[in-house]
């Protein structure tokens, strides 16, 4: 065991089936917030897509892979909901700002999956953008509908 093992516990890896290989971050006072990190390809990007998955040790659910697979399918819909977020979001600095074409303009970087134990599923999705490499749009989906977002940069 190194130095850094003892100090922050050792790294938790695993290989699933479907998202490749996760490091899990456990909190041990607050299990609810235990997640994996990974990359895997995200089809309506035809890249790799960096994935953070709320979960147990043992895994993903069968529950959140398919839900994946629903973003993944649903993206269209999922990008009309946010295209109006974002277009407001940039109006704030650029006042006629508008997307001509949301997947030449914007890329998905990240998604943030939930347990997938209640409904509506509650997520986030965060995209960069051409018109701002400084900036990450990061939005919160209630199932395919944005609800909020947040520009970090």
């Known amino acids: 065991m190194g130095i850094f093992d003892f100090i922050f516990g050792k790294t938790i890896k695993i290989e699933d089936e479907f998202f490749g290989k996760m490091v899990f971050s456990e909190f041990k006072k607050n299990p609810e917030k235990n997640y994996f990190e990974c990359r895997r390809h995200f089809k309506p990007t035809n890249e790799i897509i960096e994935i953070g998955i709320e979960g147990n040790i043992t895994g993903p659910t069968e529950i959140q892979k398919d839900f994946f697979r629903k973003i993944e ?16 979001e940039f109006q704030n600095w650029k006042e006629d700002f508008e997307i001509s074409d949301f997947n030449k303009e914007f890329k998905a970087v990240y998604l943030y999956l939930p347990r997938c134990e209640k409904e509506p599923e509650v997520w986030e999705i965060a995209f960069e953008s051409e018109h701002d490499l400084n900036h990450t749009f990061t939005l919160t989906m209630n199932d395919l509908n944005a609800t909020e977002i947040l520009m970090d940069g």
């Open 73 to 88: 399918s649903d993206y269209g819909k999922i990008t009309s909901s946010v295209k109006p977020m974002i277009e407001s």
